[in-house]
Every structure is written in structure tokens, then in C-alpha cells.
């Protein structure tokens, strides 16, 4: 079955970073997409990253909201993806999910981003 776990979330002041990690099973990896959500406590889940898979390997796409802060990867012999968080923002403040879609939406359970001064 798909399975998600993140790890890397944490305590951070502002303007200090955060590597997240998702490890990924159950599904051929390097051929899907993979995506970082958050959400803020009391807000919509937010979609905030793209990593391309299969045919779009290599193609990224961020949310205005984090596009020249945070950067994505992956690694397909590991099954895994990467955000690299830097400049870190209170409003960053959130859980962060790694996503996939296959025939539907799975997430990992999220880790705690909390960016306090």
C-alpha cells in the first residue's frame, strides 16, 4: 500500500532554515509527481510545491508564496523528496505534508513546522 512519512520539522527562529524529508513505498516512485502541501492551523491545506515525475521528471513548480525561499527534490533511487527551507517566515508556521496522487490523494501524517520569535 502507499505509504508517506516526512521527518525534519521543527523549532526555528525567523530567517533560519529546515530540510524535510519524505519517504515514499508502495508505488513505482520516479514515475509520479510528488507534492508538498501545508497547513496552517484553522487554514485550507496549501499546495506549495510540485516535483515532477515520469515524464515531467525534472520540472518544478513552486507557490508564489515560497518560490526563491524554498527548494524542492527528489531522489529516485532512494524514494525520497527534499524541501529546503531558508529564510524562514512566522507565517511558514504550519504542518508540512508530502503528497501523491495515484487514481487518488494520499499524505504522509505531517511534520510541525514552527517558526517562532
Known amino acids: 500500500q502507499v505509504q508517506l512519512v516526512e521527518s525534519g520539522g521543527g523549532l526555528v527562529q525567523p530567517g533560519g532554515s529546515l530540510n524535510l524529508s519524505c519517504t515514499a513505498s508502495?508505488?513505482?516512485?520516479?514515475?509520479?509527481?510528488m507534492m508538498w502541501d501545508r497547513q496552517a492551523q484553522g487554514g485550507k491545506r496549501e499546495l506549495i510545491a510540485h516535483i515532477g515525475g515520469g515524464s515531467n521528471t525534472g520540472r518544478i513548480v513552486y507557490a508564489d508564496s515560497v518560490r526563491g525561499r524554498f527548494t524542492a527534490s527528489r531522489d529516485n533511487a532512494k524514494n525520497m523528496v527534499f524541501l529546503q527551507m531558508n529564510d524562514l517566515k512566522p507565517e511558514d508556521t504550519a504542518v508540512y505534508y508530502c503528497r501523491v496522487y495515484i487514481q487518488r490523494d494520499y499524505w504522509g501524517q505531517g511534520t510541525q513546522v514552527t517558526v517562532f520569535s
Open positions: 508502495g508505488f513505482p516512485f520516479s514515475s509520479y509527481t
